[in-house]
């Protein structure tokens, strides 16, 4: 199992959010840093075991949190579909 940490504490900017996915997931330059990119490129982890440990967004404004959300529902159909996958929220 590869296990990973997505840490958001350093994020300044609503642009940087995808930043960080992208340079944590190792995604590739034309990742389109949007939500419907994030599911293209994470089922290309399928094959994979993945533990996600999400922190560092306890900073973030109820309107980037509720963009996050949008990014967990996506890890949620990842999980579906992927047994494998699997992601944790240290902190909100």
């Not at 490129?41 to 306890?58: N, P, T």
């Not at 973030?60 to 699997?86: A, G, L, P, R």
């Amino acid at each position: 199992m590869v296990k990973l940490i997505l840490d958001f504490s350093k994020v300044k900017y609503f642009s940087d959010i995808h930043k960080v996915i992208k340079d944590t997931f190792k995604f590739p330059d034309h990742y389109g840093e949007n939500l419907d990119a994030l599911w293209d490129c994470m089922r290309d982890y399928c094959e994979y075991g993945l533990y996600v440990i999400v922190k560092g967004m306890d900073h973030f404004s109820d309107e980037w949190k509720e963009y996050m959300q949008e990014v967990f529902d996506v890890f949620n159909d990842i999980h579906k579909e992927c047994k494998d996958f699997t992601y944790e929220i240290l902190d909100t």
